[in-house]
């Protein structure tokens, strides 16, 4: 069965630093890799996704990921954290069957 | 925004009571899932619906039941409420055409139940 695992449960930056969210995953097949946000009291909203190609890829609100096969992540970065980044931000891995697996989610704040 | 209404969008009840859930969907979409999501676990499938009246289990589907008569409409039914179902519970769809692992999820705004 399919795993997600995102260490950090949660993570403080200050406004402007960079930023890296760690997910480690789990698949015995291609992965099926997305990065999802949620605000308080949202559902979830897709970030950028991956499932072949290149390894490194571009999402929204500046938000690039970087898939390492040998090493079993797909970390989210973003060069300057802005104020309004602050959310939880989940992982997750697709089987082919269209399942989603998330992890347990990283909470961002953000210090000014 | 993707076109999922959810209803109703809070509720408290007590333990032992039914109580049923509703997503609507008005994209067409095949897939439609119902995930609850409590602290510390992200978000847990429950049922998931891959076509009207086809459906399946997640990894929590113990205490719940679903129907999908509609393409638009999936339920899902508590039997008989309990504590442990005190949650926050969203639907999700996707379009789930050839890739359809190579899919996103769309959410709707969830539901907050709260079993007393």
């Known amino acids: 069965a399919q795993s997600v695992t995102q260490p950090d449960i949660h993570i403080t930056v200050s406004e402007g630093a960079s930023l890296e969210l760690r997910c480690n995953y789990s698949?015995?097949?291609?992965?099926?890799l997305f990065w999802y946000v949620q605000s308080p009291g949202q559902g979830l909203q897709l970030l950028l996704k991956?499932?072949?190609?290149?390894?490194l890829v571009q999402g929204i609100k500046g938000f690039e990921a970087e898939f390492k096969r040998s090493q079993s992540s797909f970390n989210l970065r973003k060069p300057s954290v802005h104020w309004s980044d602050a959310a939880e931000y989940f992982c997750?891995?697709?089987?082919?069957?269209?399942?989603?697996?998330f992890g347990d989610g990283t909470t961002l704040t953000v210090k000014p | 925004d993707a076109g999922i209404t959810q209803s109703p969008r809070h509720k408290v009840t007590e333990t032992g009571t039914p109580v049923t859930l509703r997503c609507h969907q008005t994209?067409?979409?095949?897939?439609m899932y119902w995930y609850r999501q409590d602290p510390g676990h992200g978000l847990r499938l429950i049922h998931y619906?891959?076509?009207?009246?086809?459906?399946d289990k997640g990894e929590v589907s113990d205490g719940y039941s679903v129907s999908r008569s509609k393409t638009e409409d999936f339920l899902l039914t508590l039997e008989s409420a309990t504590s442990s179902q005190t949650s926050v519970y969203f639907c999700?769809?996707?379009?789930?055409?050839?890739?359809?692992?190579?899919?996103?999820?769309?959410f709707g705004s969830g539901t907050q139940l709260s079993v007393l």
């Open positions: 994209e067409n979409h095949r897939y």
């Open positions: 991956y499932f072949s190609g290149d390894t």
């Open positions: 997750a891995v697709n089987t082919n069957a269209g399942k989603s697996t």
């Open positions: 999700a769809i996707s379009e789930g055409g050839a890739q359809v692992a190579n899919e996103k999820l769309f």
């Open positions: 698949y015995g097949a291609t992965p099926y």
């Open positions: 619906s891959y076509g009207v009246k086809d459906t």
